[in-house]
């Protein structure tokens, strides 16, 4: 049974940066793809960033791209989410995610079956 935690979430100014982290515990395959993705009530999910295994899968969602990075250390089996120049529509509750990896599609595509209660982050 996989759990994910995360942690980091907060107020920040517009321009700010924030950490989020996700801990990982009961994953037991050798391959999986983690992802953050973020909810603003009323509005559909979003992805924001992905990571195989191996780190050289990683996806961006346009919105981020150049203001966030994604990392994976596997031997802690900790995501995290540097946030940097932060916005006020990114302001939501950011969720970190898990799947295995079985094929060659790239993390973005999968549909992420292990989710953690989230954090919430606000931008003013």
């Known amino acids: 049974h996989v759990q994910l935690v995360e942690s980091g979430g907060g107020s920040v100014r517009d321009g700010g940066s924030l950490r989020l982290s996700c801990e990982a515990s009961?994953?037991?395959?050798?391959?999986?793809?983690m992802a953050w993705f973020r909810q603003v009530p009323r509005l559909e999910r979003e992805g924001v960033a992905a990571i195989g295994i191996d780190g050289a899968d990683i996806y961006y969602g346009d919105t981020v791209k150049g203001r966030f990075t994604i990392s994976l250390d596997k031997g802690k089996n900790t995501l995290a989410l540097q946030m940097s120049n932060l916005k006020p529509e990114d302001t939501g509750r950011y969720f970190c995610?898990?799947?295995?990896?079985?094929?060659?599609?790239?993390?973005?595509?999968?549909?992420?079956?292990?989710w953690g209660q989230g954090t919430q982050v606000t931008v003013s």
């Open positions: 009961g994953i037991t395959t050798s391959r999986y793809c």
């Open positions: 995610a898990a799947e295995p990896s079985w094929g060659p599609a790239p993390c973005r595509y999968y549909k992420y079956n292990s």
